[in-house]
């Protein structure tokens, strides 16, 4: 993606608008409630200052009535402001923080359902960015957009009735002001502006991303006392921010300070209306203080939709990057729902396979199979598809051509809820989560008993240490996580594909970072305790791959059998 | 509400200059608006006289009209200058927590926690600077405004001056009242922030796992409950939040209504004019408006005050390194690092020592290996080397210097290290090879590159050395990150290079060539080697046996593998392994 294409958005504001409601479709009984109340809200404001200086011109004798039922009037008003002020705050941050949580949770999913190919072209720090960022964000779109929104008509046409009824000269003079600021100046605003909320927030997020690098990379920075270098880095990257928010600053300053002056000037047209009038011997002088006090609380709903208005460029911008996501392809579909029954049978049929907008093919024309009980073994350089066929075979691709069939089934007629739990994976790198050994270990078995969780352990050879830990199983891996090497969290994940219990057991460089003892013993349960299970390892180690009955060599693509001597 | 905070406060160096600043051009625009009230007030007045003077109309326009424009003008200098403090502060506190993350060194955040890290550098920051930009300036303001306003007010009813002097005066602890349970509650939403947070990322990272293992829906149930937790803690906060607000209002209505009756009155009684009485209500309208953008700013200001306790923590973790340049300097004066009697636990499980007594002698120009099993405190050696952690008891010397008389930096200019996953940053080839050496030019980058056999792959990029290595160095495979950072130590230039498990990590064609590099590399320089593949350390000149934490046995390999015990043991089981696979 070219930089200058992130700068805009990728839907037309009022699909961004529309989609926005949409999803605030459950919450519309408290978005009604709020919207009520900041309409009366502004409108007891008019109240307030029209029904004051009634008051003072009844006493002065220069309109009929009573100063008290005025008083009265503006002790009523002054009530409501208070009491809708408060039900407007409430009703709407309620209504906005409760569609926030499900926005949460509903982003989650978003991102599930693409990974894991989301989690290699986007950064961790981009996606933690939208979810918690981005996501805050929108609480504004909701909780400070809509009752604003609806005051803007309804409170200046209160103030053109009062002054039509005064005299219509009044009308022509408040009328292109209102225009002015309620419609040209916040369409303006969001015109010029459009870009620079998208700025700042990408500013902000390549921030993080330096920040989130220099902190996961601590080690290599200071081996190297790289740490000034990378300070600079970062400073100059908070320039950019300090650039991008300079421009945020400027257009909303003028953006409220603009409305504000034509509001002034509005006032000052009145009295000289006001004055030609009573020049003219037309004037009705209390009509035309009336008017200007009207005209003066009228603009308070504007002033909060020119700042509504900078503030829901952000909302706008954070709307996009969460609906870009929302509307990506996966990679795969669900298609077929059949359980293959226990794996009896792995087929590669010709499979080809290039990684999307990648030019060159990984797979092309390979063929594997395999039956139940067997040890095989895939070997070969790093990039020759050793990974690419295990991932396809898990399905986090589907091949471009060829088939991969399970007891004879295409695997993209199995259900991934079947395939993955009849097909277990070893990664690598084991990821520990940051809850209790026990759990790391009983992932994917949550109901294990601790005696089952033990005994994986110990198959796996981790019990020992394990039980050394002050707390033992129960140590929690935040803390620790980072303390254990490799090998030991290697060993976690072992434990952790051994209490799974799957058909199947793909293993990605399962003994690289285990030592020679370890390694013995992995062999030695997977030689005894996983006698009956099939067994796919992926290695580039011969030590590894010695225990397999085949050993198949990626070579130009395709699966060569290794003669063994 | 009054938030005086002792972190921000104390990080508000330098920036009181342009917060003073602020405060004139407010007060310039209250000047203006008084002035625009008091014209129109005084017109309207004169309007509704029996015998209007419609003479007046082109002065009192004008001077609103200059009124107005003074309104303006100030506006958008006060705009330019909120932009200029937060530039400030952004500068200023980026600067001050960078650094302390740095300072906290590879223990230190293992201790707090890399998300604390992350989030105080970026979002705390973001979250910091309205404190000065926003809510100080409101502060003082708040303060000054009702004074000045007083003072206009007092001339056309002293009665009505003091009144709405006393409520906004009131009006300030009023609100401390609420105080208390506010910040509670923002510090039980900003805890709920940072455990959705960290929950979530630990959701994303480990996702492939998650999905692998079928946990995506307990996993995003659980999501949702702290999402609910989450929101819950808004919501309270958010009741508390407008009730406070509600008070405020309602105060704040009544003093104007008070003084609209009184305005009556005295109109009534012929104390004062239509004009006074119409000014009076113009500027009660707008009396309180420097303490709604005071109640305003509070709510940034109270996300500021939590972020700052945040960030507050990080400052307070001790990142004091043992320094002592009078440390006793080693008796032997070797020539070469030497550990004499060592012991390291970790604070957290004291009872289990990661090493325990151990003596070793690292000869300058020499190669030496650490074996053992996993756990067996390998690593440990090489973090003390790097000085990554101190040691609870014993000494390290380099060159008969105590460790403790370096400072870390000092250190790691002689001795520098491959870990097992080498780290990338986003960023060049160069720029990933320049953080060794900053001024390196081609030729020493390509020199290095190609001493750790990545030098024809690099010439073969279209790039060069000006290839992105993605985000994190994702576009390289294991191979390219371990042989990059090779040479980044050779590019370093330090004398001692210590290789913790370099190459379990990559496949055997890479692992070879990097052995082959590192075999070369021990004709020139000294080397700590830690590997669990024996085969690999076999020439080293001294190999040192590591069981439990203890040193169990050294000498060559030969001399060795004239012994019973675990080297001869782990030997023989690997040569099987190997025999079985050849």
């Known amino acids: 993606m070219s930089k200058k294409k992130s700068y805009s958005y990728a839907y037309p504001l009022p699909v961004l608008a529309i989609r926005l409601l949409r999803i605030g479709k459950p919450i519309a009984p408290y978005l009604v409630v709020s919207a009520l109340a900041s309409i009366v809200g502004n409108l007891a404001r008019l109240g307030v200052m029209g029904f004051g200086a009634a008051a003072i011109l009844n006493v002065a004798q220069m309109l009929a009535g009573d100063w008290r039922i005025y008083l009265a009037m503006v002790v009523f008003s002054s009530s409501l402001i208070a009491l809708c002020r408060y039900l407007e705050g409430r009703y709407s941050h309620v209504g906005a923080y409760n569609l926030l949580a499900q926005l949460r949770v509903h982003l989650f999913e978003e991102i599930d359902r693409l990974a894991p190919t989301i989690l290699i072209e986007r950064s961790q720090g981009e996606l933690l960015s939208i979810a918690v960022t981005d996501v805050e964000t929108l609480e504004f779109f909701f909780a400070h957009t809509i009752g604003p929104l609806s005051t803007v008509v309804l409170v200046p046409l209160a103030a053109l009735i009062v002054a039509a009824r005064v005299h219509l000269l009044y009308v022509a003079v408040l009328l292109p002001i209102f225009v002015l600021t309620s419609v040209l100046i916040p369409l303006l605003a969001l015109r010029v502006g459009r870009s620079i909320g998208l700025r700042y927030r990408a500013a902000l997020a390549q921030l993080k991303s330096l920040v989130l690098e220099s902190v996961y990379g601590i080690r290599d920075i200071q081996i190297f006392n790289a740490g000034q270098q990378r300070k600079s880095q970062v400073l100059e990257a908070n320039e950019r921010v300090n650039s991008s928010a300079h421009g945020l600053a400027l257009h909303q300053q003028a953006v409220s300070a603009l409305p504000d002056f034509f509001v002034y000037l509005a006032r000052i047209l009145v009295v000289v209306v006001a004055a030609s009038l009573a020049a003219a011997g037309v004037g009705n002088p209390a009509g035309a203080i009336i008017v200007s006090f009207v005209a003066t609380a009228s603009f308070s709903s504007t002033f909060s939709l020119t700042f509504v208005v900078t503030h829901l460029l952000e909302a706008f911008a954070a709307a996009d990057r969460i609906f870009r996501i929302e509307d990506c392809a996966a990679a795969i579909t669900e298609t077929g729902h059949e359980d293959c029954g226990p794996i009896q049978s792995i087929e590669f049929e010709d499979v080809s396979f290039t990684y999307p907008g990648a030019n060159t093919a990984v797979l092309n024309g390979a063929v594997l199979h395999i039956r139940a009980g067997e040890r095989i073994g895939i070997a070969g350089p790093s990039g020759a598809g050793k990974s690419t066929s295990f991932r396809l075979l898990l399905r986090f691709y589907d091949p471009n051509q060829g088939h991969i069939r399970i007891n004879g089934v295409d695997a993209r007629e199995i259900s991934l809820n079947v395939l993955r739990r009849r097909i277990a994976l070893l990664e690598q790198d084991t990821y520990l989560f940051d809850c209790s050994i026990a759990d790391n270990i009983a992932f994917a078995q949550p109901t294990a008993t601790l005696e089952e969780v033990r005994r994986a352990a110990k198959r796996a050879g981790i019990a020992d240490l394990i039980e050394s830990l002050p707390e033992g199983y129960d140590t929690q891996m935040g803390q620790m996580g980072a303390r254990l090497s490799g090998g030991e969290r290697q060993r976690i994940g072992i434990a952790r594909v051994l209490l799974a219990n799957p058909d199947v057991i793909v293993m990605d460089e399962p003994t690289s970072a285990l030592d020679v003892l370890h390694e013995r013993e992995l062999v030695h349960t997977l030689q005894t305790v996983y006698a009956d299970k099939t067994i796919i390892m992926v290695s580039h180690r011969p030590s590894t791959l010695s225990s397999c009955d085949r050993v198949y060599q990626l070579e130009d693509r395709k699966f060569i059998k290794q003669v063994s001597d | ?582």
């Open chain 2, 1 to 582: 509400m009054l938030l005086l905070d002792k972190t921000l406060l104390r990080l508000s160096k330098g920036l009181w200059g342009w917060i003073v600043a602020i405060v004139i051009v407010r007060f310039a625009q209250l000047i203006g608006v008084t002035l625009f009230a008091e014209v129109i007030g005084t017109f309207l007045g004169n309007l509704a006289s029996p015998h209007p003077d419609t003479t007046k109309l082109a002065a009192a326009a004008s001077a609103a009209a200059a009124a107005s424009l003074l309104t303006l003008v100030t506006r958008l200098a006060q705009g330019e200058l909120q932009y200029r403090t937060t530039a400030s502060a952004r500068v200023h506190l980026r600067e001050v927590i960078f650094d302390k993350v740095l300072a906290l060194d590879v223990g230190g955040i293992e201790k707090i926690g890399p998300v604390s890290a992350i989030t105080s550098s970026a979002d705390a920051v973001e979250q910091m600077q309205t404190y000065y930009s926003l809510y100080l300036p409101s502060l003082i303001f708040s303060v000054i405004a009702p004074v000045y306003l007083f003072f206009h007010l007092a001339p056309m009813s002293l009665s009505i001056a003091v009144l709405l002097l006393v409520v906004s005066v009131v009006l300030l602890p009023l609100n401390n009242l609420f105080r208390h349970q506010i910040e509670a509650l923002r510090r039980r939403y900003w805890v709920s922030v940072e455990d959705m947070t960290a929950y979530f990322l630990d959701s994303v990272r480990g996702l492939t796992s998650i999905k692998l293992f079928d946990r995506d829906a307990d996993r995003s149930q659980t999501l949702q409950s702290k999402a609910r937790r989450l929101s819950a803690d808004i919501n309270e906060f958010m009741r508390i939040n407008f009730s406070s607000h509600f008070v405020n209002e309602a105060l704040m209505y009544l003093a104007i209504t008070i003084a609209l009756v009184i305005v009556c009155f005295d109109l009534a009684a012929a104390r004062i004019n239509v004009g006074s009485g119409l000014t009076i209500l113009l500027l009660a309208y707008g009396y309180f408006a420097s303490i709604r953008q005071l109640m305003d700013a509070t709510h940034d200001a109270l996300t500021a005050v939590s972020a700052a306790t945040k960030v507050e923590d990080i400052f307070a973790v001790d990142t004091s390194r043992a320094y002592n340049p009078q440390a006793p300097t080693d008796p032997e004066a070797y020539d070469g690092i030497r550990l004499e009697h060592v012991s390291f636990s970790y604070p957290e499980s004291k009872n289990r020592m990661a090493l325990n007594n151990v003596s070793l002698r690292v000869p300058r120009g020499k190669t030496i290996a650490l074996v053992g099993l996993s756990g067996c405190g390998k690593s440990t050696v090489a973090a003390l080397l790097a000085r990554f952690i101190d040691p609870t008891a014993g000494n390290l010397y380099i060159d008969g210097q105590n460790y403790l008389s370096l400072t870390p930096e000092e250190l790691r200019y002689h001795v520098a290290m491959v870990p097992q996953t080498v780290s990338l940053f986003t960023g060049s080839i160069r720029e990933n090879l320049q953080i060794a050496a900053p001024n390196a030019n081609d030729e020493k980058l390509y020199e290095a590159l190609d001493e750790a056999a990545l030098g024809d792959w690099v010439r073969s990029l279209p790039d060069k050395l000006d290839t992105a290595v993605g985000d994190a160095g994702s576009r390289l495979s294991g191979g390219q990150r371990q042989k990059m950072g090779i040479a980044r130590v050779l590019l370093s230039q330090a004398k001692y290079l210590i290789f913790d498990e370099s190459t379990s990590s990559v496949d055997e064609a890479s692992e070879q060539e990097i052995w082959h590099c590192i075999r070369k590399l021990s004709r020139t320089r000294t080397l700590v080697i830690i590997s669990h593949r024996l085969s690999t350390i076999r020439w080293a000149d001294c190999i040192y046996v590591l069981e439990h934490g203890c040193v169990t046995a050294r000498g060559t390999h030969e001399e060795l593998m004239q012994h019973e015990g675990l080297y001869q043991q782990l030997v023989a089981e690997q040569a099987k392994l190997e025999g079985a696979a050849a």
